[in-house]
């Protein structure tokens, strides 16, 4: 999970091709001034340099540690001046503590003991690899300004809206103007005939009267074609009827309001997890499996809060504070982020099911993702697109069966496919077998 | 040779001018809905306040109601583990190993748990010990969900706390042991090596402690025979596997004589190998399972028992007796006498006569013989249970000597036959303690309930046979606020480890000798390799009837009978009644009568007439009795009858565990309480016996879902005809007429239908074996709890919708009588006299007087060219490639054709919804039962068919575990629940394209034949045909 962490800053850039343009060049505005910002430490800080501290950081140090917020470890912004002026130590004792840790603790160091004791007794893994150039590095990052309040202000200046909207408009009003320009042609060619027809008279030209029955009368005096129409008109309605029908208790695109707005985007999508990380029972069970929440604090144990960038997107976008979202999850698995301690009192998060096979049909995940390899993608369609998640596929009977009549069965370095493969294959005189001519049609599979 | 043979179901079949018999030989569904009934009641009709409009206004409202309901879907909420513990993935079941050890039932099994909920019992079959998962053992995880356990301590009928128990009782339990009274354990055969240390660590502690260990249904005389004769209390072990010559006399050996779990020993040698398989001879009064598998059964009284042991005795070891034995018995006794020393070391004699001269004699022959089943080394520890402790307790009770009184596993104000004794006593002592899982007539009358918890809630160990050892290990939290005896015991004796920890710290200390705790935890099993020498136990010299030097003498001389015999026996289906709250043991049919949800009095035909006892069948063909009164020394019970083909004249049998009052729902109290007859623990009494008029109603099945009349459903022979002759003459195929000749059925022209090719892939097959299934019916529990089958209560079992998925049927044959009848007529002359054809003819032996048993389990025949499929309108049930007849269930619209064209009649229909329903309370009907049901099988509705699927569920998962571990499929992974549950091996399961597999080869075995062959179904079950080894020596 270290890549989820890495990429927070990356995230920027990613939600940022998202965007729409009009936010682009806030964004590089945005972009310059941090890379101005980072130029001008750079400069000042002689002794490291914090962009690459700041990689160096999130590698080796963020998992435990915040410059800003206390984790498994302290926060970090500034340790080293309010080590020296706090407790007098320099940055020599920083080497040695982050190098060695365990080892000064041992030496019987007070201050080395005092950090040890107040965390609970869990000494800080040692980084022996760590030359002093990347200490300094680190450290250099660890001593630039905060510059939150910065980014909020740059997101939070109205963006130019008006101008940006105006393409979604044009669109409406060439239609609109369309719409007026036909008018007028009907009306002026109306206003021509009846000119015309004015010209007529006053010249006293004879019009020829119309003497024909008028089509629609004639319609209805023709009895053979009343009947095929009413055929016609009863079979068209008898199927919408069973179309209207037969797509009761069909739930497609079924997207409830869950207890904790989870944005598959945000983790399948822009973080890449794999599926199976998360639902790992599809492998080998039944059930996909909806993670119990110490599969959620394996990662959020340490990201108590999204990318700044993010946040804004969320609220703008979709209108939902993910920060509070993940301050849900830590209040229903019982985590104290102020101590960094489960609290032991839980409450279980009634998610919404959305994916309703009815009981009476048996359906196996590890049979289509371990065995088969079908992409979870396939039936739960774009999920690493999905916001909220909702229900992609009808999920009907004909739906299953139809995929197994066209998805061949993947016997590929299969020992149990081997033999009946071959002597299926045979029979039916084809290369590749399907699930259905596999048996996957037979009632008894899905129904028992 | 088989068709010479008529095989009948009742005693009312053999009735030729029954109506009732050719009634439902011609209609499957009896039972009309009675429109009648309703429609006929003309002042109800008139008198109703709903008028026609009313009517279809509200059939109209709800319809509309019903469908507005139907479009929007419920909202279903999925709840995850907060933490989900690593063992655990939903949807994939775990196993544990665990024992249990209920005083009664003692069994290595396997736990099924899915999402941490127990929800089936299997066989463990790293198991060496006696005793695999029987009938009542695979109900066992039922109580588990009992609605009526006692969830928390109480006292005097309040709920108290566990703090408040222990304080007040602890404080009670000092003041007792300060007044100098006596403490008294009184439990259940525990055998566990932990509890006996613990036992002795608290009586350490108060001092004047006895522990009194209390078996219901008492094995004290064999228990006392074998202490007397090899210094240990135990039971001889026998494995029937070695025997080739078998004589019971009274010994129910299939069922629970002796503890039980000989069954699968005995099977082995039933199935004929070159030409060789066990004889077994059977002594007996009650027709048991045992007599109904023997090649020859003796029905004889109890008295006469006792002196076939002795003539036994003397004919095999030496000495003489004096006997007055008839005839026909005399002659029985010295043919198996001579078989027995022909046999030599394969010969055994096991006995069930509740005497210490009988059980001495018993194991005197097999000294005698150097029985090699016979193994008094590694006694059987699972009887404890002494008589005259008990006795003593009850009279020291009622003298007011007993100052506490602690209770564990017994219930003997239900149990004891001087329950009002021992009622009287428990007021005197000063602290009564019940640990108990039931609030149970016990329970009720004693000051302090500790509720107990379930065994698979339970840590604990037994000692199975010396130097076999089990584990029980909890296979879920405590659902209940539950403490076990043993814990309390800690709690009294101020030991703060837990029993786990103690159970460890005795086995490292005492039993494993350094193997590792968690792989015997994990196995559940452990083969001690520390077997000590017997220390003699000491025992007090009056506890102990000394057997005298001639046992058999005195055996014969004690055989005195007057009046009726009653023999006390147990149900396979309820044992010693503990578990009567468990509805699918209450509606499991018994393997002999074939009637569910009751015990009765089984009479002989001659003394039912005599006595005035009646059976009738009713139109739809359900079973009614009168009652009869039995008094034994002045306590009478009053009990409907049955008359029992094969019971001995002069004999009654009654089974005990019935009757059950406290602790349990209304609808499971069913029977007659037998124990007040069971005086001194004596299962054999001398009984007078009345008629009492009244009709009693029986669930018994065994008119049911008959075969229509059809023959050659049971093919059986004799182990000569099989040696000696073609596989044609004792099986063969049934022939049909094509071109006016005849053409086995079997051959491709005479088929209406075209053969598919299963050749490729899997084919399932079940091969069902006669000789080896002794109709213990643990295959019917082991269904019910796999496949969600419901329990539809007495009522509509006797309406013929029970839903049993696999039936035994159990049907009789008169073969013997027919040549002794055809000698006696051809040399029948004249109207009188002895020869006389008036007298004569009276006289020949009634086929109902001792027939032949035999056992058949059915269940779908799984047919290639399957009747049920070509009439199914919704096309709801099909045929996969694996051989498996489908059924959909959410397809079926409940035509009920399939049943009717169904010649096996193994079809269901679900008449009701049976769960969550009030008017069937039984487990489906609350949350907690419900948490039993299997939920990879659908929980089916009302109006659908339904059927044996050959555990569908359990074949997809063997293919699907393969194919994920991407590998072939061994033979034997294969199973369905009823073939998993036999430990006999008389069901056999698998893949018949697999040329390997065990089923292939029985396949192609010479007894194999298929269910009415003649009907060109062709079954994917097959049965292989019985051979009896009639062979007399």
Known sequence: MKKSYQSLEVNITNNMKQVIHRRLSNSILQLSLIVLLAFTTSISAQEGDPAKGKALFNANCAACHQLDKKMTGPALRNVETRLSEEEGLDREWLYAWIRNSPGMIKSGDAYANKIYNEYGGAAMTAFPQLSDDDLNNILAYTAEEKKAPAATAVATTPAGGDSGNSGGISNELILGALAILFILLALGLYLVNKTLRRFAQVQDVELPESTRTPLWKAFVQNQFLMIVVAIFFLLSSAYFVYGYLSQIGVDQGYEPVQPIHYSHRIHAGDNGIDCKYCHSSARVSKHSGIPSLNVCMNCHKSIYQVAEETQQEGLREYGVDYNAEIKKLYEAVGWDDENQKYTGETKPVKWIRIHNLPDFAYFNHSQHVTVAGVECQTCHGPVEEMEVMYQHSPLTMGWCINCHRETNVAVKDNAYYEKIHEELSKKYGVENLTAAQMGGLECGKCHY | ?1033
């Not at chain 2, 076999?468 to 480890?497: A, C, D, M, V």
């Not at chain 2, 055809?822 to 040399?827: A, G, L, S, V, W």
Request: proline residues 4%; negative net charge.
């Open chain 2, 1 to 1033: 040779m088989s068709s010479n043979k008529k095989y009948w179901k009742s005693v009312e079949e053999l009735n030729e001018n029954s109506s009732i018999v050719e009634t439902l030989k011609q209609n499957e569904f009896v039972e009309e809905i009675p429109t009648d009934e309703f429609l006929g009641d003309k002042e109800t009709l008139e008198s109703t306040s709903t008028s026609r409009r009313d009517f279809l206004k509200y059939v109209g409202f709800t319809t509309a109601a019903a469908s507005l309901a139907a479009c929007e879907g419920p909202v279903k909420k999925s709840i995850p583990y907060v933490v989900q513990p690593t063992e655990i993935i939903p949807g994939v079941a775990n196993y544990y190993a665990t024992t249990i050890a209920n005083g009664f039932d003692f069994a290595s099994v396997l736990v099924k748990t899915r999402e941490g909920r127990p929800i089936k019992i299997e066989n463990n079959n790293m198991a060496a010990t006696n005793g695999s998962a029987n009938a009542r053992v695979q109900a066992s995880v039922l109580g588990l969900y009992d609605s009526l356990r006692v969830q928390g301590p109480k006292k005097d009928g309040e709920d108290i706390s566990w703090s408040d128990f222990d304080s007040e009782t602890t404080k009670a339990l000092i003041d007792v042991a300060a007044a100098n009274k006596s403490i008294v354990l009184l439990t259940q055969t525990f055998a566990s090596p932990s509890t006996n240390k613990l036992v002795a660590e608290f009586s350490e502690k108060y001092g004047n402690v006895s522990h009194v260990q209390y078996d219901a249904v008492s094995e004290s005389a064999a228990l006392d025979a074998f202490q007397a004769k090899y210094g240990e209390r135990g039971l001889a072990n026998y494995d029937f596997s070695k025997a080739m010559t078998i004589v019971s006399v009274g010994a129910d050996f299939l069922s629970d004589w002796q503890g039980g779990g000989f069954d699968s020993g005995y099977s082995k040698n039933r199935i004929p190998d070159h030409g060789k398989m066990s004889r077994h001879i059977q002594f007996e009064s009650n027709m048991s399972l045992s007599g109904a598998n023997a090649d020859k059964r003796v029905p004889l009284t109890p008295s006469q028992q006792k002196q076939v042991l002795a003539k036994l005795y003397s004919l095999v070891v030496g000495g003489s007796v004096s006997t007055d034995l008839p005839d026909n018995i005399n002659d029985a006794v010295a043919k198996a006498a001579s078989q027995l020393k022909k046999a030599g070391s394969k010969g055994v004699v096991v006995t069930g006569i509740q005497d210490v001269n009988a059980q001495t004699v018993a194991l005197e022959i097999n000294e005698a013989l150097g029985s090699k089943a016979f193994d008094p080394k590694t006694p059987i520890k699972t009887r404890q249970g002494n008589d005259k402790a008990v006795m003593q307790l009850v009279a020291d009770m009622k003298a007011g000597k007993v100052g506490a009184v602690i209770m564990s596993g017994v219930n003997p104000v239900y149990t004891l036959p001087n329950s009002a004794d021992f009622v009287e006593g428990l007021k005197k002592t000063d602290l009564s303690i019940a640990f108990s899982l039931k609030e149970d007539e016990t329970a009720s009358e004693c000051q302090y309930v500790a509720a107990a918890p379930h065994y698979l809630e339970s840590w604990g160990d037994v000692e199975l046979k010396k130097g076999h050892y089990g584990l029980t290990q909890p296979t879920i939290r405590p659902l209940f606020n539950t403490r076990q005896f043993q814990e309390g015991l800690l709690k009294w004796t101020e030991n703060e480890s837990s029993y786990h920890d103690y159970i460890k710290e005795t086995w490292g200390t005492d039993i494993l000798g350094g193997s590792s705790f968690n792989k015997a935890l994990h196995d559940g099993v452990y083969v001690g390799t520390l077997i000590e020498e017997v220390e003699a136990e000491e025992v007090s010299e009056e506890n102990l009837e000394a057997p005298s030097g001639n046992a058999a003498r005195a055996l014969a001389a004690s055989a005195k009978s007057e009046g009726l015999e009653l023999t006390l026996y147990t149900k396979v289906g309820m044992g010693d009644g503990q578990q009567a709250n468990n509805p699918w043991l209450q509606e499991f049919p018994d393997p002999i009568t074939r009637t569910a949800w009751d015990n009765y009095l089984t009479v002989s035909k001659a003394d039912a007439e005599e006595l005035g006892l009646t059976n009738t069948n009713v139109a739809n063909g359900a079973l009614n009795s009168n009652y009869a009164k039995v008094t034994v020394n002045g306590s009478s019970v009053t009990v409907p009858v049955i008359i029992q083909p094969g019971q001995a004249k002069g004999t009654v049998g009654l089974a005990l565990g019935y009757g059950k009052k406290l602790g349990l729902k209304e609808e499971m109290q069913t029977g007659v309480n037998a124990y007040p007859l069971y005086q001194n623990f004596n299962s054999v009494q001398n009984v007078s016996v009345e008629a009492v008029s009244g009709e009693h109603e029986f669930a018994c099945v065994q008119l049911h879902n008959t075969l229509m009349g059809r023959g050659d459903i049971v093919k059986e022979t004799t182990l000569e005809i099989f040696n000696t002759k073609d596989k044609e003459h004792w099986n063969p195929v049934p022939v049909v007429s094509l071109n006016h000749e005849e053409t086995p059925v079997t051959s491709p022209e005479v088929d209406l239908w075209d053969e598919f090719d299963r050749s490729i892939g899997h084919h399932f097959n079940l091969s069902i074996d006669l000789n080896a299934c002794t109709g213990c019916g643990a295959c019917v529990i082991a269904c019910h709890s796999e496949n969600n089958v419901p329990v539809v209560g007495k009522t509509e079992v006797r309406r013929s919708r029970d839903m049993h998925w696999l039936r035994i049927d159990r049907y009789y044959s008169s073969d013997d009588t027919f040549e002794g009848d055809n000698d006696k007529k051809d040399e029948m002359s004249g109207l009188w006299g002895d020869n006389g054809s008036l007298g004569g003819f009276g006289e020949m032996e009634d086929p109902a007087a001792n027939p032949q048993v035999s056992f058949q389990p059915v269940m779908c025949q799984h047919c290639n060219h399957a009747p049920c499929e070509t009439v199914c309108p919704v096309a709801a049930t099909s045929h996969g490639r694996q051989g498996q007849n489908h059924m959909a269930y959410n397809r079926c619209v409940g035509t009920r054709y399939c049943a009717n064209n169904c010649p096996y009649k193994v079809r269901r229909f679900n008449w009701f919804l049976y769960n969550g329903n009030d008017e069937f309370d039984y487990y489906m009907n609350d949350d907690l039962g419900r948490m039993v049901l299997n939920p990879d099988v659908v929980v089916r509705s009302r109006g659908v068919m339904e059927k044996c699927s050959m555990c569908i569920q359990k074949t997809q998962k063997t293919i699907l575990d393969a194919k994920r571990d991407g590998r072939q499929i061994k033979d034997g992974e294969f199973q369905t629940a009823c073939s998993a549950a036999c430990s006999s091996g008389a069901m056999i399961f698998g893949d018949i394209n697999d040329k390997e597999s065990k089923v292939a080869k029985l396949k192609e075995d010479n007894r194999m034949y298929h269910l009415l062959e003649s009907v060109g179904t062709k079954p994917n079950v097959m049965y292989q045909t019985k051979v009896r080894n009639t062979t007399e020596a």
